[in-house]
Every structure is written in structure tokens, then in C-alpha cells.
């Protein structure tokens, strides 16, 4: 059977990671160029796990932003939904890497090219063609780009693509704490699929993440599952029928990038091969369990696309651990 169609829409970008681990910027002597951005993460890590993915955004026309492309295809991704920008840069981060591989984030984006994507730039038949379209919020803060993603949100619900929503909070990126609770809010009720980690969690609601009720206050009517991601912890789970928590794998934790964009990529894989896993208690916990295992390996290696795991790689994982 052939793989359904992941399209992922919103940034891709250039992440400057600092040669050394536990340094503030200003103390770093080198920086390995990186190719980030959640979205684009997402879509690298469906392809690497053997499915199909697209990717929709705008890049600067700028050796940077072709190099972005070029490491899409290299990927596996059709990136038949990128458009250049000849007016804007590709938007940089500047990544501090704390002493156990958590991150801090400095962005150059004023305006960065994936900002500008306007909605008349849209492939919409590639979104039409898709079985689930993912998307993040970071594409929500300003115009033209807010106008783009919520006109392919509607061209995805209007052609009965599942909905998946990673918000990935950069609070650096928007205006202040409550334009970022607000915007993030704004397109909650859409989704039938949502990711958030414990931090998020905490963030969205005021609240503590490790309790259910407070957890459960971000459910709403048309969500099929709600999962909530607790780093090295593992994730848990929440559905109309049923609730949980999955295990993680405890391995050294060098670069946390892009670990949230492993597991989602991975569960997104899971889930366009079998839809009924949203109503299925024991295949939701093994294609939670496998996208762990992604999540876990991905953070044993500097940078999110190259730290990307293979099937085998978080099989092997999942296997040490269990004996």
C-alpha cells in the first residue's frame, strides 16, 4: 500500500548551534549550521521513517534558503510548496545549548522570507492531496503568513484532511505572553489532533501539567487526541474514551532540538498508516511507545534533521531497553 500523504506547513529556517554545549551565546567561538524549524523537522522525520511527506513555506532566495530546499529533497520531502522570497532573508536562530541539551532561542527574522508567504502563494492541491496536514503557530504571529496558514487549515478541513497541531511556543517571537496565549488559542478548536509539552501545558492554561483536570481544560469538542509530551518522562494521553501515560527511554541527552519533532513525526506516520489507532487504546500506546523511542534517539546527536532517527534506529533503542 502506498504511504498516505503528512503535509507540514509553516517555517523553515537556519539554526546556529554552538560548537560547545553550556556557553551563553556571547561566549561561544563557533556555530555548526543547522537546518531547523519544526515544520520542516516534522516533514524530515516522516520521511526518514518511511513516509510520504510534503512541505509548504517560503524561504529566502538566498544560498541559505536553497540550501534549506536542497536538504528537503535530500530528505526524501517534496517540497513542490516552497516558494522564494527575492525581497527576504531565511530566517536564522542563534540555539544556546545549556549543559544537559536543553535549548534558548535568538531569532533574526525582521521580516524573514517564511513570514511573507502570502495565501495566493499556496499549493492547494497539495494540501488536498494530503491524508493529515500539520502545522505549528509560529506562522500565526504576523501577516501576510497568519492570512496563509488559516486559508490551508480551511482547504484541509474542506477536503477532510485530519488536522494536526504542534504549537511549539517561541515566546521570543511574539509580541508579549498574552498575544502568544491568545494566537495560540485562536486556532485550538480546529484541530483533531494536538501535541503539546508539560511546559506548554503550564503556559496555556496557569495551571500544574502534571494534573489531568488541568490538562483536560484544553480539550474541546472536536479533538480526537490530545497528547501531552514530559521530555525524557515520555508522553501521556488523553481521548473521549480513554487516558494514559507512556514510558520514555533514558538516554544521553545531548541536543533536546528537535526531539518534539521526532516524536511527531513518527506518531503522524503511525497514524496515516492506520487512523483507527485514535480509537484503539493498544495501538495509540505502541505508536506512542515507537514515536518515545524516536524522540529519545533524536536527542543523542547535535542538530534536528541529522539526529532524525531510521525505523531501525528507535527499534534497536526500544530493544536495549526492554531486556
Known amino acids: 500500500m502506498a504511504s498516505p500523504l503528512i503535509v507540514s506547513f509553516g517555517e523553515m529556517l537556519i539554526d546556529f548551534v554552538p560548537d560547545t554545549s553550556g556557553v551563553s551565546l556571547?561566549?561561544?567561538?563557533?556555530?555548526?549550521?543547522?537546518?531547523?524549524?519544526?515544520?520542516?523537522?516534522?516533514?524530515?522525520?516522516?520521511?526518514?521513517?518511511?513516509?510520504?511527506?510534503?512541505?509548504?513555506?517560503?524561504?529566502?532566495?538566498?544560498?541559505?534558503?536553497?540550501?534549506?530546499?536542497?536538504?528537503?529533497?535530500?530528505?526524501?520531502?517534496?517540497?513542490?510548496?516552497v516558494c522564494f522570497d527575492?525581497?527576504?532573508?531565511?530566517?536564522?536562530?542563534?540555539?544556546?545549548?545549556?549543559?544537559?541539551?536543553?535549548?534558548?532561542?535568538?531569532?533574526?527574522r525582521n521580516p524573514s522570507a517564511d513570514m511573507l508567504l502570502k495565501e495566493s502563494e499556496l499549493n492547494k492541491d497539495l494540501i488536498k492531496k494530503a491524508k493529515i496536514f500539520h502545522y505549528g503557530s509560529i506562522s500565526l504571529i504576523s501577516e501576510p503568513c497568519r492570512t496563509a496558514h488559516?486559508?490551508?487549515?480551511?482547504?484541509?478541513?474542506?477536503?477532510?484532511?485530519?488536522?494536526?497541531?504542534?504549537p511549539n511556543v517561541r515566546l521570543p517571537l511574539w509580541p508579549s505572553s498574552e498575544?502568544?496565549?491568545e494566537g495560540i488559542k485562536s486556532i485550538w478548536n480546529e484541530a483533531d489532533i494536538i501535541k503539546v509539552s508539560d511546559d506548554e501545558v503550564?503556559?496555556?492554561?496557569?495551571?500544574?501539567?502534571?494534573?489531568?483536570?488541568?490538562?483536560?481544560?484544553?480539550?474541546?469538542?472536536?479533538?480526537k487526541l490530545l497528547i501531552v509530551t514530559d521530555g525524557e518522562k515520555g508522553c501521556r494521553y488523553y481521548t473521549k474514551k480513554f487516558k494514559g501515560r507512556i514510558?520514555?527511554?533514558?538516554?544521553k541527552a545531548i541536543d533536546t532540538t528537535g526531539a518534539g519533532d521526532s516524536f511527531v513525526?513518527?506518531?503522524?506516520?503511525?497514524?496515516?498508516?492506520?487512523?483507527?489507532?485514535?480509537?484503539?487504546?493498544?495501538?495509540?500506546?505502541?505508536?506512542?511507545?515507537?514515536a518515545n523511542a524516536c524522540g529519545a534517539v533524536c536527542t543523542t546527536q547535535k542538530g534536528a534533521i541529522p539526529a532524525l532517527p531510521t525505523p531501525s534506529d528507535a527499534q534497536q533503542l526500544m530493544k536495549s531497553k526492554s531486556k
Open 202 to 223: 503550564t503556559f496555556l492554561t496557569g495551571g500544574d501539567a502534571e494534573k489531568d483536570d488541568v490538562v483536560l481544560s484544553l480539550m474541546h469538542d472536536k479533538l
Open 26 to 81: 556571547a561566549e561561544s567561538t563557533g556555530f555548526l549550521k543547522a537546518p531547523g524549524g519544526a515544520p520542516a523537522n516534522v516533514a524530515c522525520a516522516i520521511s526518514k521513517l518511511g513516509g510520504k511527506s510534503a512541505f509548504i513555506g517560503k524561504v529566502g532566495d538566498d544560498e541559505f534558503g536553497h540550501m534549506l530546499v536542497n536538504i528537503l529533497k535530500k530528505n526524501g520531502v517534496n517540497s513542490e510548496g
Open 247 to 251: 514510558p520514555g527511554y533514558a538516554v
Open 179 to 181: 498575544a502568544a496565549i
Open 265 to 290: 513525526g513518527s506518531f503522524l506516520v503511525s497514524l496515516g498508516k492506520d487512523g483507527s489507532i485514535l480509537n484503539d487504546e493498544g495501538k495509540l500506546k505502541e505508536a506512542l511507545a515507537f
Open 150 to 166: 488559516m486559508a490551508a487549515m480551511k482547504t484541509a478541513k474542506d477536503a477532510g484532511v485530519l488536522l494536526s497541531y504542534d
Open 86 to 108: 527575492t525581497n527576504a532573508r531565511t530566517a536564522l536562530a542563534f540555539v544556546t545549548l545549556k549543559k544537559d541539551g536543553e535549548r534558548e532561542f535568538m531569532f533574526y
